[in-house]
């Protein structure tokens, strides 16, 4: 039987990835998600959530969710275009349109569709879209569906974009798209060069701001805000699924054109359910709160440079970068997972990367500071890096 065979060949795969440890575990949470959890019945101190200003269970947002379940339901049973559009939806797109300048914007159910439905609309065989070459999943999927040429960039290498945008000089578009913030590394793309070539080589800038929204930039317009270019990028992607609430909910913000042409084309957008009411209304809270929180941002600024001093001055090694993303190198994956491991048992949770994830040879422990940590979980963590950096030998 086919079905038979497919089993046997992915058991086969599966065992081969567990051999490796290239397999993938879910680790249970026993509790919401905060910057204390629990882990098999411990407390442990979350560092690895995308929940950079702590909104994921702030009290104003789960109070706007459950006061839009009460006034507008909790699901649709349609795309928006059929009968899934309710006043919410137009006035969450309004509010984000304005948060990042632009002049309207467009909600999908996550970033993922929002990366998903964005190129093959916009762009067909003669225009050329130049990616950088680490950007997001979903980009490069999004990126595969559509017909345009394909560029693909030497990570935030200016020489090589250069001549990428030349050999795309004959294209009718040229559109460059790049994450803002690359999560592995926490460095932000080269957004204020990027904008300089797009200018010569008359190119579209596109950014996918995932890992910034909400918290990067002085007033949470993110890493184009903090490079201080918002207002030569054309096209931003972002997600409510981080930063802005972490439940999920995605977008798309650009021109009215633009976001026209995608509500008549994006096939994420026609082809699946319209984000519930009540996601759409924390949405809109949580930017607001992110829009009005200058006090969580200086918090999380505060806690990532003792986090990070704390780390440098026990000897561990930091990827330097301005984002709450902190990367402790280690280079070998076994010795960066036995560490992860041990920092576990100390009541730290924080998740090692290695290879296929990142490139061979630079496993890391990856620390995601939130807001929301207290200087005592701080200090918790410092600690445990200390003791067990010295127990294994990787500090003195
Ligand atoms: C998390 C992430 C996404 C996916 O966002 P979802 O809303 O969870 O689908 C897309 N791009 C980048 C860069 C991300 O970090």
Same mark, same amino acid.
């Given at each position: 039987?086919?079905?038979? =065979?497919?089993?046997?060949?992915?058991?086969?795969?599966?065992?081969?990835?567990?051999?490796?440890?290239?397999?993938?575990?879910?680790?249970?949470?026993?509790?919401?998600?905060?910057?204390?959890? #629990?882990?098999?019945?411990?407390?442990?101190?979350?560092?690895?959530?995308?929940?950079?200003?702590?909104?994921?269970?702030?009290? %104003?947002?789960?109070?706007?969710?459950?006061?839009?379940?009460?006034?507008?339901?909790?699901?649709? =049973?349609?795309?928006?275009?059929?009968?899934?559009?309710?006043?919410?939806?137009? /006035?969450?797109?309004?509010?984000?349109?304005?948060?990042?300048?632009? *002049?309207?914007?467009?909600?999908?159910?996550?970033?993922?569709?929002?990366?998903?439905?964005?190129?093959?609309? !916009?762009?067909?065989?003669?225009?050329?879209?130049?990616?950088?070459?680490?950007?997001?999943?979903?980009?490069? @999927?999004?990126?595969?569906?559509?017909? $345009?040429?394909?560029?693909?960039?030497?990570?935030?290498?200016?020489?090589?974009?250069?001549?990428?945008?030349?050999?795309?000089? +004959?294209?009718?578009?040229?559109?460059?798209?790049?994450? +803002?913030?690359?999560?592995?590394?926490?460095?932000?793309?080269?957004? =204020?060069?990027?904008?300089?070539?797009?200018?010569?080589?008359?190119?579209?800038?596109?950014?996918?701001?995932?890992?910034?929204?909400?918290? !990067?930039? #002085?007033?949470?317009?993110?890493?184009?805000?903090?490079?201080?270019?918002?207002?030569?990028?054309?096209?931003?992607?972002?997600?409510?699924?981080?930063?802005?609430?972490?439940?999920?909910?995605?977008?798309? $913000?650009?021109? *009215?054109?633009?976001?026209?042409?995608? /509500?008549?084309?994006?096939?994420?957008?026609?082809? +699946?359910?319209?984000?519930?009411? +009540?996601?759409?209304?924390?949405?809109?809270?949580?930017?607001?709160?992110?829009?009005?929180?200058?006090?969580? /941002?200086?918090?999380?600024?505060?806690?990532? *440079?003792?986090?990070?001093?704390?780390?440098?001055?026990?000897?561990?090694?930091?990827?330097?970068?301005?984002?709450?993303?902190?990367?402790?190198?280690?280079?070998? %994956?076994?010795?960066?997972?036995?560490?992860?491991?041990?920092?576990? $048992?100390?009541?730290?949770?924080?998740? #090692?990367? &290695?290879?296929?994830?990142?490139?061979?040879?630079?496993?890391?422990?990856?620390?995601?500071? &939130? %807001?929301?940590?207290? @200087?005592?979980?701080?200090?918790?963590?410092?600690?445990?890096?200390?003791?067990?950096?010295? $127990?294994?030998?990787?500090?003195?």
């Amino acid at each position: 039987m086919p079905d038979h =065979s497919l089993n046997t060949h992915l058991a086969e795969q599966l065992a081969d990835l567990k051999s490796k440890g290239l397999y993938k575990r879910e680790r249970r949470i026993e509790t919401p998600q905060n910057p204390g959890i #629990a882990v098999n019945g411990r407390e442990v101190v979350n560092f690895c959530a995308n929940n950079y200003l702590g909104l994921s269970n702030h009290p %104003a947002i789960v109070r706007a969710a459950r006061d839009a379940l009460d006034q507008w339901g909790f699901g649709l =049973s349609s795309v928006r275009f059929i009968c899934g559009t309710q006043e919410i939806h137009k /006035r969450a797109e309004r509010q984000i349109a304005e948060f990042f300048g632009l *002049a309207d914007s467009i909600l999908y159910i996550s970033c993922f569709d929002a990366n998903g439905g964005l190129f093959e609309p !916009l762009l067909g065989e003669h225009d050329a879209i130049l990616s950088d070459e680490l950007n997001h999943a979903s980009i490069i @999927d999004g990126v595969r569906l559509c017909k $345009a040429q394909r560029f693909r960039y030497k990570h935030s290498n200016m020489a090589d974009l250069r001549t990428k945008l030349i050999e795309a000089k +004959s294209a009718r578009f040229r559109m460059i798209f790049t994450d +803002s913030v690359f999560s592995m590394d926490g460095d932000l793309a080269k957004l =204020s060069e990027i904008c300089d070539l797009a200018d010569e080589f008359d190119a579209i800038v596109a950014i996918d701001d995932c890992h910034g929204t909400g918290h !990067l930039g #002085a007033t949470g317009r993110g890493a184009a805000e903090e490079l201080g270019v918002l207002d030569r990028i054309d096209i931003i992607t972002s997600t409510l699924g981080k930063t802005l609430g972490g439940a999920s909910g995605g977008f798309t $913000a650009a021109s *009215a054109e633009v976001v026209d042409w995608l /509500r008549n084309r994006s096939r994420p957008y026609l082809f +699946s359910n319209s984000v519930p009411p +009540s996601l759409v209304a924390a949405g809109m809270k949580a930017l607001e709160l992110a829009d009005t929180s200058v006090e969580l /941002r200086t918090k999380l600024k505060a806690n990532t *440079a003792k986090m990070r001093h704390g780390l440098e001055a026990a000897g561990f090694t930091v990827k330097p970068g301005p984002t709450p993303i902190l990367p402790v190198m280690f280079g070998d %994956a076994s010795i960066a997972g036995k560490f992860a491991e041990a920092l576990l $048992a100390k009541g730290i949770y924080a998740v #090692a990367f &290695s290879f296929p994830v990142v490139p061979q040879g630079q496993a890391r422990i990856r620390l995601q500071v &939130s %807001a929301a940590h207290t @200087d005592e979980q701080i200090e918790a963590a410092l600690t445990a890096f200390r003791e067990v950096g010295q $127990a294994m030998g990787v500090v003195n």
